[in-house]
């Protein structure tokens, strides 16, 4: 969480907070749809950027 919060310019302490709240709010059927399409569409970008610098980085070793 410390990293978190130096990377938004906040205390760890602020992330914990943010988290509970979020968690809380997952009990909402239309909260939690949405925090879940979020996450599959950054598990996409992070996937997308995974395969890409792979990619870059066998190009470059032939």
Not at 10 to 27: F, G, L, Y
């Amino acid at each position: 969480m410390s990293e978190v919060g130096r990377f938004f310019g906040r205390d760890r302490t602020t992330v914990s907070h943010a988290c509970t709240i979020i968690e809380d709010r997952r009990d909402d059927i239309k909260f939690e749809t949405m925090v879940c399409q979020l996450e599959d569409r950054l598990e996409d970008i992070l996937f997308e950027t995974t395969m890409t610098r792979d990619a870059n980085e066998q190009k470059t070793q032939h």
